[in-house]
């Protein structure tokens, strides 16, 4: 038995509470919440011109049980991002290449194949 598989929800019982568990990234891909979730489409979050912070994404989760390395986590990504356009030339390369197998949500990735250039 599967103790996690993403994607997929799960029942869980304690006493006689019943939890059910999925994976945050099920949630963000439910065509209950957003239109073609499986597409990027950032314009989804922009009203009028502006971002609008929509309350169905919770990448960090909500309440009292959120994530304590929110704030951590962002920073992270911002120097991670900055550190990679500093010190490489990101060029699109032509062709196809299937990440589904071997990336960490299971998504089907087309046509995003990409070569780092050292700068």
Known sequence: ????????SHKCSFSIHHL???SLAAVMRDPKNFDNPSKFIPDRFIKDGRFENDPK???FSVGLRNCIGKSLAIEEYFA????MVENFRIK????NMDLAKHA???LPIDDIRVQFLRR
Request: proline share 0%; hydrophobic share 50%; with cysteine.
């Open 1 to 8: 038995e599967k103790l996690a598989d993403f994607g997929y």
């Open 80 to 83: 991670f991002a900055t550190a």
């Open 57 to 59: 994404v919770c990448g």
């Open 20 to 22: 059910s568990l999925g």
């Open 92 to 95: 699109r390369v032509a062709g």
């Open 104 to 106: 960490f949500l299971r």
